[in-house]
C-alpha cells in the first residue's frame, strides 16, 4: 500500500503565505512524479502545479508567480508554497503522486486525503 499525507494547511490572512507539505509513505520504490491539486466549495477539483521525477515543474497559468512546487526525491516528498494568498485561494489542496511500488513496473496514481486552506480578507 501507498499512503499520502499533506501537512500545513490552515487559516491565514490575505497577503499571506503558507508551505504545504506532502509525504508519500509504504512500499515505494520510485515516485515519477507530484502534483498539487485544490477544490473549493462547489466547484470542481482544478489543477495547480506537478513536477517530473527530473524536477521539470508546470504550473496552472492563473497561479505562476505566486505558487512553487518542489520536491524531495529522497524523502519522498513535495511541498507547495504559497504566497501572496488570497481569499480565492481557499479550498482543500490535494496532492497526487505517481509510484511505482515495489515490485511493480508501471507506476500508479494516488491521493492524499487534502488539508484545508482557507484565506481571510
Known amino acids: 500500500q501507498v499512503q499520502l499525507v499533506e501537512s500545513g494547511g490552515g487559516l491565514v490572512q490575505a497577503g499571506g503565505s503558507l508551505r504545504l507539505s506532502c509525504a508519500a509513505s509504504?512500499?515505494?520504490?520510485?515516485?515519477n512524479g507530484w502534483g498539487w491539486h485544490r477544490q473549493a466549495p462547489g466547484k470542481q477539483r482544478e489543477f495547480i502545479?506537478?513536477?517530473?521525477?527530473?524536477?521539470?515543474?508546470d504550473y496552472a497559468d492563473a497561479l505562476k508567480g505566486r505558487f512553487t512546487i518542489s520536491r524531495d526525491n529522497a524523502r519522498n516528498t513535495v511541498a507547495l508554497q504559497m504566497n501572496s494568498l488570497k481569499p480565492e485561494d481557499t479550498a482543500v489542496y490535494y496532492c497526487?503522486?505517481?509510484?511505482?511500488?515495489?515490485?511493480?513496473?508501471?507506476?500508479?496514481?494516488?491521493w492524499g486525503q487534502g488539508t484545508q486552506v482557507t484565506v481571510s480578507s
Open positions: 502545479a506537478r513536477v517530473t521525477s527530473d524536477g521539470a515543474t
Open positions: 509504504g512500499s515505494i520504490f520510485r515516485v
Open positions: 497526487n503522486a505517481r509510484v511505482v511500488r515495489t515490485g511493480n513496473i508501471y507506476d500508479a496514481n494516488y
